[in-house]
């Protein structure tokens, strides 16, 4: 079956440091991926997303590469804020119709900058 | 334009009580899904639709049961609580149909506690 499996957490950070959250998944077929942010006391929000080999998900200064051969999508950001403490999930959804766009997620990743 | 919003946010239950969690959307979504989050677990998918009047059982499905008796309402049920029910809940809806990479939009969630 699907699988993600994320970086083991808490990451703790100063700001303007450098952010990699490692993501490695397990699928059949071609899955789009997902990086998934949460703020205290709020729900999921999508950070970005990669539908194919090589797409590059980028928003917010957070990018994301669909690597197939290594079959990951790490996350990165050059340089945090404490605006982006929360927890970060990553995802994937198998392709095709009988998907029905269902999510599998990694554990989530617990991200906290100081300043 | 509310998004999704869940009812209610918080809830004590003692074991062996009943209660519905309701879900609304307002972005003409055709699929809709129930997710519980628990520490070091990510979030796991316990029922979805495709459709009004559609429900499909998910990874984690027993012991709660769904309806869709409206395109815009989800609605999630405990007839019997347990303890190992404590959890966060989440709603999420997509589009559907015609879209590729199935986009989620996330709910506030609702916290529940079984003693």
């Known amino acids: 079956g699907n699988s993600v499996t994320q970086m083991e957490g808490p990451v703790t950070l100063s700001e303007e440091a450098f952010l990699t959250i490692n993501c490695t998944y397990t699928a059949t077929g071609y899955p789009s991926l997902f990086w998934y942010v949460q703020y205290p006391g709020e729900g999921l929000q999508l950070l970005l997303k990669a539908t194919k080999a090589d797409d590059k998900g980028s928003n917010k200064g957070f990018e994301a590469t669909y690597r197939k051969e290594t079959t990951s999508f790490h996350l990165e950001k050059g340089s945090v804020q404490v605006s982006d403490s929360a927890v970060y999930f990553c995802a994937l959804s198998r392709s095709g119709g009988t998907s029905y766009g269902k999510l599998t997620f990694g554990q989530g990743t617990i991200l906290t900058v100081h300043p | 334009n509310a998004g999704v919003t869940q009812t209610p946010k918080f809830r004590v239950l003692k074991t062996g009580q009943s209660m519905t969690l309701l879900c609304a959307q307002d972005m003409n979504h055709e699929y809709m899904y129930w997710y519980r989050q628990d520490p070091g677990m990510g979030l796991r998918l316990i029922h979805y639709s495709v459709g009004e009047g559609t429900t499909a059982k998910g990874e984690v499905p027993d012991g709660y049961n769904v309806s869709r008796l409206k395109k815009q309402n989800f609605l999630l049920g405990l007839e019997s609580a347990a303890p190992s029910q404590t959890s966060v809940y989440f709603c999420?809806?997509?589009?559907?149909?015609?879209?590729?990479?199935?986009?989620?939009?996330f709910g506030p969630g609702t916290r529940l506690t079984v003693t």
């Open positions: 999420a809806s997509s589009l559907g149909t015609g879209e590729i990479s199935y986009e989620q939009y």
